[in-house]
């Protein structure tokens, strides 16, 4: 069975870090793997994605801050994160398998970030 399970969330202060991790069971890790956020009062974003062949992309607002990697010996995504600021306070999720609506089709439960000023 598909499962995602996250960890590594946490309360940090700006400017500094944090690494996610994401550990994928089932054949799930075989394609691309995404993270996603999604703050209070907000839609949820795209964060980072990586391809099988590790070719990165990223949103605007967190390119040179974040860096998004995997393990396909041990089947893990991560989201290292530096020079963290408030407003990346959110949920973050990993997700992956085929879209179904532009969507990922499996999710984990998701990982508190909270970033105080």
């Known amino acids: 069975q598909a499962q995602l399970v996250e960890s590594g969330g946490g309360l940090v202060q700006a400017g500094g870090s944090l690494r996610l991790s994401c550990a994928a069971s089932g054949n799930i890790f075989s394609g691309n793997m995404y993270w996603f956020r999604q703050a209070p009062g907000k839609q949820r974003e795209l964060v980072a994605v990586i391809t099988t062949a590790g070719i990165t992309n990223y949103r605007d607002s967190v390119k040179g801050r974040f860096t998004i990697s995997r393990d396909n010996a041990a089947n893990t995504v991560y989201l290292q994160m530096i020079s963290l600021k408030p407003e990346d306070t959110a949920v973050y999720s990993c997700?992956?398998?085929?879209?179904?609506?532009?969507?990922?089709?499996?999710w984990g439960q998701g990982t508190q970030v909270t970033v105080s000023s």
């Open positions: 997700a992956a398998g085929p879209l179904r609506g532009g969507l990922p089709q499996y």
